[in-house]
Protein backbone atom coordinates (compact mmCIF):
# COMPACT_ATOMS: atom_id res chain seq x y z
CA UNK A 1 0.00 0.00 0.00
CA UNK A 2 1.37 3.09 -1.59
CA UNK A 3 0.30 6.35 1.08
CA UNK A 4 1.63 9.16 -1.57
CA UNK A 5 0.72 7.38 -4.89
CA UNK A 6 -0.07 9.91 -7.69
CA UNK A 7 -2.31 7.19 -9.76
CA UNK A 8 -6.44 8.40 -8.92
CA UNK A 9 -8.88 5.96 -8.36
CA UNK A 10 -10.88 4.91 -10.89
CA UNK A 11 -14.68 6.03 -10.86
CA UNK A 12 -16.87 3.69 -9.56
CA UNK A 13 -20.08 2.81 -12.58
CA UNK A 14 -22.87 3.56 -10.91
CA UNK A 15 -25.43 0.73 -11.39
CA UNK A 16 -28.72 1.25 -12.06
CA UNK A 17 -32.23 1.18 -10.24
CA UNK A 18 -33.90 -2.33 -10.87
CA UNK A 19 -37.09 -1.58 -12.77
CA UNK A 20 -40.24 -1.70 -10.56
CA UNK A 21 -42.05 -4.98 -10.25
CA UNK A 22 -45.37 -5.35 -11.62
CA UNK A 23 -47.75 -4.58 -9.00
CA UNK A 24 -51.10 -6.77 -8.84
CA UNK A 25 -54.15 -6.11 -8.12
CA UNK A 26 -55.41 -8.45 -6.45
CA UNK A 27 -57.67 -9.77 -8.95
CA UNK A 28 -57.24 -12.52 -11.34
CA UNK A 29 -58.06 -11.14 -14.73
CA UNK A 30 -55.59 -10.13 -16.88
CA UNK A 31 -54.46 -6.78 -18.11
CA UNK A 32 -55.98 -5.37 -20.89
CA UNK A 33 -53.31 -4.84 -23.51
CA UNK A 34 -54.12 -1.36 -26.31
CA UNK A 35 -53.36 -2.11 -29.57
CA UNK A 36 -52.01 0.17 -31.82
CA UNK A 37 -52.47 0.57 -35.62
CA UNK A 38 -49.54 3.10 -36.52
CA UNK A 39 -49.38 6.64 -39.23
CA UNK A 40 -47.93 5.02 -41.63
CA UNK A 41 -49.68 1.54 -42.06
CA UNK A 42 -52.81 0.38 -44.55
CA UNK A 43 -55.00 -2.21 -43.98
CA UNK A 44 -57.63 -3.60 -46.46
CA UNK A 45 -60.42 -5.96 -45.30
CA UNK A 46 -61.97 -6.43 -41.94
CA UNK A 47 -60.42 -5.42 -38.41
CA UNK A 48 -61.52 -7.31 -35.83
CA UNK A 49 -60.16 -6.73 -32.02
CA UNK A 50 -61.96 -7.40 -28.48
CA UNK A 51 -60.53 -4.89 -26.09
CA UNK A 52 -58.97 -1.65 -27.04
CA UNK A 53 -57.54 -0.25 -29.92
CA UNK A 54 -56.01 2.75 -31.81
CA UNK A 55 -56.19 3.77 -35.50
CA UNK A 56 -53.56 6.23 -36.62
CA UNK A 57 -53.47 4.23 -39.95
CA UNK A 58 -55.34 4.03 -43.09
CA UNK A 59 -58.16 1.37 -43.19
CA UNK A 60 -60.28 0.13 -45.84
CA UNK A 61 -62.98 -2.06 -45.06
CA UNK A 62 -65.11 -2.87 -42.06
CA UNK A 63 -63.96 -2.75 -38.16
CA UNK A 64 -65.64 -4.71 -35.80
CA UNK A 65 -65.31 -5.14 -31.95
CA UNK A 66 -66.73 -5.19 -28.70
CA UNK A 67 -64.18 -2.86 -27.28
CA UNK A 68 -62.93 0.63 -27.26
CA UNK A 69 -61.92 2.30 -30.44
CA UNK A 70 -60.20 5.87 -31.01
CA UNK A 71 -59.73 6.69 -34.27
CA UNK A 72 -56.58 9.33 -34.35
CA UNK A 73 -55.89 12.60 -36.09
CA UNK A 74 -53.87 10.93 -39.00
CA UNK A 75 -56.36 8.12 -39.57
CA UNK A 76 -58.35 7.74 -42.75
CA UNK A 77 -61.26 5.41 -42.68
CA UNK A 78 -63.34 4.09 -45.35
CA UNK A 79 -65.54 1.74 -44.41
CA UNK A 80 -68.65 0.69 -42.14
CA UNK A 81 -67.04 0.74 -37.96
CA UNK A 82 -69.43 -1.19 -35.19
CA UNK A 83 -67.65 -1.23 -32.01
CA UNK A 84 -68.74 -0.69 -28.05
CA UNK A 85 -67.09 2.98 -27.70
CA UNK A 86 -66.05 5.05 -30.74
CA UNK A 87 -64.00 8.70 -30.45
CA UNK A 88 -63.24 10.02 -33.58
CA UNK A 89 -60.20 12.35 -34.33
CA UNK A 90 -59.30 11.81 -37.35
CA UNK A 91 -61.57 11.11 -41.34
CA UNK A 92 -64.33 8.54 -41.68
CA UNK A 93 -66.40 7.66 -44.68
CA UNK A 94 -68.78 5.43 -43.62
CA UNK A 95 -71.12 4.69 -41.37
CA UNK A 96 -70.89 3.81 -37.39
CA UNK A 97 -72.89 2.23 -35.39
CA UNK A 98 -71.92 2.21 -31.25
CA UNK A 99 -73.34 -0.16 -28.58
CA UNK A 100 -72.45 2.45 -25.75
CA UNK A 101 -70.95 5.73 -26.95
CA UNK A 102 -69.51 7.46 -30.02
CA UNK A 103 -67.53 10.65 -29.69
CA UNK A 104 -66.58 12.83 -32.25
CA UNK A 105 -63.80 15.16 -31.69
CA UNK A 106 -62.44 18.56 -32.50
CA UNK A 107 -60.71 18.29 -36.35
CA UNK A 108 -62.31 14.99 -37.25
CA UNK A 109 -64.25 14.73 -40.56
CA UNK A 110 -67.25 11.82 -40.56
CA UNK A 111 -69.40 10.90 -43.42
CA UNK A 112 -71.74 8.82 -42.74
CA UNK A 113 -74.73 7.74 -40.16
CA UNK A 114 -74.15 7.63 -36.67
CA UNK A 115 -76.10 5.01 -34.45
CA UNK A 116 -75.47 4.84 -30.65
CA UNK A 117 -77.09 5.88 -27.28
CA UNK A 118 -74.90 8.49 -26.31
CA UNK A 119 -73.60 10.98 -29.23
CA UNK A 120 -71.10 13.80 -28.03
CA UNK A 121 -70.11 16.31 -31.03
CA UNK A 122 -67.67 18.88 -30.47
CA UNK A 123 -68.05 22.52 -32.30
CA UNK A 124 -65.13 22.16 -34.48
CA UNK A 125 -65.75 18.32 -35.70
CA UNK A 126 -67.43 18.12 -39.34
CA UNK A 127 -70.32 15.71 -39.46
CA UNK A 128 -72.31 15.08 -42.46
CA UNK A 129 -74.85 12.65 -42.97
CA UNK A 130 -78.20 11.49 -39.81
CA UNK A 131 -77.76 10.72 -36.36
CA UNK A 132 -79.81 8.23 -34.72
CA UNK A 133 -79.03 8.55 -30.91
CA UNK A 134 -82.09 6.08 -28.72
CA UNK A 135 -81.00 5.71 -25.17
CA UNK A 136 -80.74 1.80 -23.86
CA UNK A 137 -84.18 0.58 -22.38
Known amino acids: MNMFSTRKPEP ?23 GLLSRGVSIKGTVKFSDELVIDGE ?34 EGDIVATERCELQAGCALQGDIEAPRLVVDEHATFVGSAKVSPKS
Do not use: C, F
Open 12 to 34: QAATPPAPPLPQSNGTSEPAKSR
Open 59 to 92: VEGTIESSGMLTIGEHASIRGDIRSKSIKVRGTV
